[in-house]
């Protein structure tokens, strides 16, 4: 299992559109990818359960990866949180 940190560094955090380009992202990968904020822990496919943790600026999300191409999804995850995230 690989475990990252990222903090929301989107000045609107992840509201509706930056979190259907997170699971559409999500949903490409055969592992299963989990998102824990305050200890509440959501599958990555679950737009209500994304959304209900109402991630603002400045929030830190831990992302959990487990599976085959696990290493590619980090990598690709990586690119969405420290790039992509900011042109949403």
């Known amino acids: 299992m690989i475990t990252k940190e990222y903090r929301i560094l989107a000045a609107n955090g992840l509201h509706a559109r930056p979190a259907t380009s997170l699971i ?24 209500i359960g994304l959304l209900s943790l109402a991630i603002k600026h400045g ?3 831990l992302v959990h990866i487990d599976g085959e191409d696990k ?7 990586d690119k969405f949180f420290n790039e992509d995230l900011q042109n949403l």
Do not use: G, Y
């Open 59 to 61: 929030d830190i999300l």
């Open 71 to 77: 290493l590619f999804a980090a990598t690709q995850l």
């Open 24 to 47: 559409r992202l999500a949903r490409q990968f055969k592992s299963a990818i989990h998102v824990t904020k305050n200890e509440k822990r959501i599958p990555l496919q679950s737009m």
